[in-house]
């Protein structure tokens, strides 16, 4: 577990296992592939359970935002077995909330414990998606299911997105509704080599903000926004000094947001 995590959005990370397998063109370059390559210690298709940081969250005092799993999906089936053991440790840490995206939201509502009731305020759920045909993701997330948040990470963005908000979707819900934050960024990788990037447009940026503001506006809702980083393309482009391309001064000025859901400010 990082006690002090470059993810932008988030304060720590803990993972209770390490491990993944893809489920289509968004993992093409996924960063823990990347970071496994040519470690002997990890194969990255094999979901291994971890040891010593498995139960970090109860020595972390200090209330924290914590993303949970970030070198695997929570949700993932071969986790199955030793998941309940990991929401028992969020049921013992009220004093943090629980950042948890997936791939496999279609799976959450077979995944959840029991005294999901007890912790769901403090426990946020998201899902990622980087092109349009993932979009899907984002319906199987916005069930009847209640959480302290339900959030969208557009990232890898590798496309232009419609996020369709004013679209009908399953139960009579609209989508824009029913999310509370909208995080975006594009892919880093290496220049050369197996795991590079594929390119961003700012464009696709000012698309999906514009998109948010225009529906927060006419529904008076208050989705937040958060630009995470542009990407190793843009990083490139824009000569930015992060090859990541996520310092928000070195942002243009109509991208620089970075808000957190109202229920946390």
């Not at 696709?204 to 926004?225: D, M």
């Not at 542009?230 to 000025?253: A, K, M």
Request: aromatic share 12%.
């Amino acid at each position: 577990m990082a006690k002090k995590s470059k993810i932008q959005w988030t304060d720590a990370t803990w993972n209770i296992a390490r491990g993944c397998k893809k489920v289509d063109s968004d993992c093409k370059y996924c960063y823990m592939y990347r970071d496994s390559y040519g470690e002997t210690r990890y194969k990255p298709k094999e979901i291994v359970r971890t040891k010593t940081v498995f139960d970090m969250p109860l020595k972390l005092k200090e209330p924290s935002k914590i993303f949970t799993c970030s070198l695997t999906d929570f949700f993932i089936q071969e986790i199955d077995s030793y998941r309940g053991e990991a929401w028992d440790i969020i049921r013992k840490c009220p004093q943090h909330t629980f950042q948890i995206l997936t791939k496999r939201p279609d799976r959450i509502r077979f995944c959840l414990p029991e005294y999901w009731n007890e912790i769901k305020d403090r426990v946020w759920l998201g899902t990622s998606i980087g092109n349009q045909s993932a979009m899907h993701r984002l319906s199987d997330l916005v069930l009847p299911i209640q959480s302290g948040v339900k959030f969208l990470s557009i990232e890898p963005m590798h496309t232009e997105i419609n996020l369709n908000l004013f679209e009908q979707i399953d139960y009579g819900h609209k989508m824009g509704d029913l999310i509370d934050w909208v995080i975006i960024g594009g892919e880093s990788g290496n220049n050369t080599g197996k795991y590079r990037y594929r390119p961003a447009k700012l464009e696709w940026f000012e698309s999906i903000i514009n998109q948010v503001r225009f529906f927060n506006n006419e529904r008076e809702t208050e989705i937040a926004i958060f630009v995470k980083q542009l990407g190793t393309y843009l990083s490139n482009e824009l000569n930015l000094s992060d090859r990541h391309g996520g310092i928000i001064g070195e942002f243009p000025e109509n991208l620089q947001y970075r808000e957190f859901p109202k229920i946390y400010q």
